[in-house]
């Protein structure tokens, strides 16, 4: 991906990652309520998290890094949509960037590099919940064919008021 800006390569996620996925992950738990975590990580805590993503199989981590620098500038998921066994071929998708790497098309690079390492795996759906408001995650998932379902109305606490979360589908 080509811009203004530095090439941004996106690759599968590896352990040297951690610190700066972390990082990016815990501006979302303390500015916004983006995420419903509501307490940060160290990186120590969230290495199961990246570790439940490996380079194979329907759960991934998609990462994108300045072509220069080498900067994680965000990244994006297939993550297990539930527990049970009978979801097994669903998955919650997710993709956070760097505060500075917005509307620079990398979510969008991000979510067609996780799609493509998603083709041929035995996932069905994909599905993707996005607290309200936010348009920019509401037209990154309309881009990729996301439909909305329905809308969790005041599910989550977080800064001390109530969020509603949409729900969008996609089929795989």
């Given amino acids: 991906m080509t811009s203004e800006h530095a090439e941004v390569q996106v690759r599968p996620g590896i ?12 501006h979302y738990i303390r500015e916004t309520a983006i995420t419903f975590d509501t307490a940060v990580f160290s990186p120590e805590e969230r290495r199961p998290w990246l570790l439940s ?35 097994a071929t669903s998955v919650e998708t997710s993709v956070y960037l760097a505060p500075d790497a917005g509307r620079r ?19 069905h759906r994909a599905y993707a919940g996005i607290a309200q408001p936010n348009e920019a995650s509401e037209r990154l998932h309309a881009r990729f064919g996301f439909r909305h379902i329905g809308t969790y109305r005041e599910v989550g606490r977080k ?12 089929d795989l």
């Fill in 105 to 123: 098309g990398i979510g969008t690079a991000l979510y067609r590099a996780l799609f493509d390492a998603l083709a041929g795996q035995d996932v």
């Fill in 159 to 170: 800064f001390g008021r109530y969020w509603d979360v949409a729900w969008y589908e996609k």
């Fill in 15 to 26: 352990e040297e990652d951690l610190d700066a996925l972390t990082a990016i992950y815990n």
């Fill in 53 to 87: 993503h490996p380079e194979d199989g329907p759960h991934r981590l998609m990462v994108a890094v300045d072509a220069d620098s080498q900067r994680i500038l965000g990244y994006a998921t297939s993550s297990p949509h539930r527990p049970k066994p009978a979801y």
